[in-house]
Nanobody, 120 residues
Framework: QVQLVESGGGLVQAGGSLRLSCVASGSIRSIATMGWYRQGPGKERELVAEVTSGGINYADSGKGRFTISRDNAKNTVTLQMNSLKPEDTAVYYC???????????????WGQGTQVTVSS
């Protein structure tokens, strides 16, 4: 019902930048939240940043380095990551919490993930 397509991952040296983008499509009626999680090697999935109806939330690990933005007209969310560190290495997952044309419940959908590798 809802598809998320991520782009922008890759390999970068420490101190470099990457920009992740995610486009949501399908039978979306109303979006509550769009954002990014990540899962590093041997770690649990953790929130990176999200844009909710009430504002923007950042994990402490990305504050001052990461900037998230959302385009409601295009159903896209972008994560600009600067001053990257080796510990930022992870698979980054886009997600959306939304209503669809078939249900008034808010449901979370996930993208397939994009690899970000930061070399030291």
């Amino acid at each position: 019902q809802v598809q998320l397509v991520e782009s922008g991952g890759g390999l970068v040296q420490a101190g470099g930048s990457l920009r992740l983008s995610c486009v949501a499509s399908g039978s979306i009626r109303s979006i509550a939240t769009m954002g990014w999680y990540r899962q590093g090697p041997g770690k649990e999935r953790e929130l990176v940043a999200e844009v909710t109806s009430g504002g923007i939330n950042y994990a402490d690990s990305g504050k001052g380095r990461f900037t998230i933005s959302r385009d409601n007209a295009k159903n896209t969310v972008t994560l600009q990551m600067n001053s990257l560190k080796p510990e930022d290495t992870a698979v980054y997952y886009c997600y959306i919490r939304c209503q669809t044309l078939f249900s008034s419940n808010y449901v979370k959908y996930w993208g397939q993930g994009t690899q970000v590798t930061v070399s030291s």
